[in-house]
């Protein structure tokens, strides 16, 4: 693929203080885009000063939703190596979201290298202190213009680079839950495992009401309000009796790369793990009989976020006495130190860019 650069004329100031970034409020100088037609497939690979999109109002994507997107890192760590953690699997990602919701396949190395070329572009935007990042976000959406509900013939596929603080402004603190009983995220044969922008619209509502009861998230429960399915941005991993655990991947739940990660990294520490169905109920047993010992979300804005209570139809369960627990602790000082040094890391997971 030969990619056109445009640098810009024009750089933006660069912030000064790391500690300040917060998650996806600033953009760097440049963003990558390229085009696709039916019968054409994908052309126009750019690089290009930072700009807005010019859309007809009746492009698809703002009337049907057709849209994607993934989200992953670029880390440096003091000596200013710049790093990648499993960014393949996040193409390959984006191209199950393309099946489902029938949009056009990238080429995956293409798209890495893109990729790679635009943070070779960008690597003075990348943050060094502890916990910050180049937050990345590609995304695709249709661009036909006409109202007829169908598949796109056209799309533009874009990444878009966020210097980001760490994910949570006060760092490791345990979070609380609300346990969704109403509104539901995802159900068999939907759009659940996909990436899509329309999963997050339709979780919106319960996202706000959990606010006002002062909870910063929601865990969502199965179509039928009996099984824990996921966090919306995180999946979720409680410790009972020692033991791992998480709900299998069921097709309504989005398949976490760091949930991958956490399991492959327990598994190797000799931690039991287990991924089932886990009923609600099954939580709620545990934390009476006193054997539910840790909870945690995992994803990639946040590595691993303890959760120090959930709030389920009316009760509290306080988890760990609201603080960090040893095995989340411990995954996510493995985690990170193979995400921001290559330290540890048996799996390949690392990738140092030569920029
Ligand atoms: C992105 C996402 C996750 C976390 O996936 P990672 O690959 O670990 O970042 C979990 N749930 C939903 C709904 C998501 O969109």
Redesign the pocket.
């Known amino acids: 693929m030969d990619i056109k650069v445009t640098l810009t004329d024009n750089p933006k100031q660069k912030f000064t203080d790391e500690g300040t970034l917060g998650f996806g409020r600033i953009f760097t100088d440049h963003m990558f885009t390229m085009e696709y037609e039916e019968g054409k497939g994908w052309f126009n690979p750019q690089i290009t000063p930072y700009h807005n999109f010019t859309l007809d109002p009746a492009t698809v994507v703002f009337h049907y939703g057709q849209e994607i997107f ?3 890192k670029a880390y440096k760590d003091e000596n200013g190596a710049v790093r990648l953690f499993r960014a393949d ?2 193409f390959a ?1 984006l191209n199950s979201s393309c099946d489902r919701l029938c949009m056009a396949r990238i080429n995956e190395e293409d798209a890495l290298m893109a990729l790679e070329k635009l943070l070779e572009i960008e690597k003075d935007w990348i943050p060094t202190s502890l916990g910050t990042s180049l937050y990345i976000r590609p995304f695709m959406f249709g661009t036909d213009v006409r109202l007829g509900v169908s598949a796109s013939t056209k799309y533009t596929f874009a990444i878009i680079l966020s210097p980001s603080g760490p994910y949570y402004n006060n760092g490791l603190i345990p979070v609380s839950i609300y346990v969704e009983d109403e509104y539901v ?1 995802a159900a068999p044969g939907g759009t ?1 495992s996909a ?1 899509a922008g329309g ?2 619209a339709a979780s919106i509502l319960a996202g706000q009401k959990a606010k006002e009861k002062g909870y910063s998230q929601v865990l969502w429960l199965d179509a039928t309000r009996q099984y824990v399915e ?6 979720i991993f409680f410790v009972i009796d020692g033991k791992l655990v998480t709900p299998k991947l069921n097709g309504s ?9 956490v399991i492959t990294l327990a598994k190797d520490l000799g931690i039991p793990v287990e991924e089932k169905q886990i009923a609600i109920s099954e939580i709620e047993e545990a934390h009476s009989k006193g054997i539910l010992n840790e909870c945690f979300g ?4 946040a590595v691993i976020s303890p959760v120090g209570e959930l709030f389920y139809k009316g009760k509290k369960m306080i988890i760990n006495d609201n603080k960090m627990g040893d095995k989340a602790q411990l995954l996510y000082n493995k985690l990170t130190d193979i995400q921001y040094k290559g330290l540890g890391d048996k799996f390949g997971w690392s990738k140092t860019l030569n920029i």
Not at 230 to 235: F, Q, R, S, T
């Open positions: 993934e989200g992953l699997k996040n990602r995220r659940g990436k999963n997050y996921e966090v919306g941005a995180m999946n739940i989005l398949p976490g790369i760091t949930r991958d990660s995992t994803g990639t804005a």
